[in-house]
């Protein structure tokens, strides 16, 4: 079980580890560790027996609003695209 401070600290989270891949120089490595974080995450829904639309609602889509609010409607949607893909990779090998 979560609770709605757990969700939103993940939210966050997810926010957090995109600010820091956009801000920083784009290489290789940087790049596995961005989707090395987002797998924890990954990981973390899965532990807590969400379903696929609770993950969709309650982490995903905030978290693309989230990214253009910040980024704006070019910037955002790309962050959110690399998000997701890393997120559904490590989502759907489980």
């Known amino acids: 079980m979560y609770t709605e401070r757990q969700v939103e600290e993940t939210v966050a989270q997810g926010v957090s580890i995109m600010v820091c891949y956009y801000g920083d120089v784009r290489n290789p490595r940087n790049k596995d560790m961005m989707i090395a974080e987002i797998q924890m995450i ?52 489980r």
């Open 42 to 93: 990954a990981d973390w829904a899965m532990e807590t027996g969400m379903s696929h639309v609770e993950v969709e609602e309650r982490i995903l889509r905030p978290l693309g609003g989230e990214l253009i609010d910040r980024y704006g409607y070019e910037v955002g949607p790309r962050l959110h695209a690399e998000f997701l893909e890393a997120f559904d990779n490590a989502y759907c090998e």
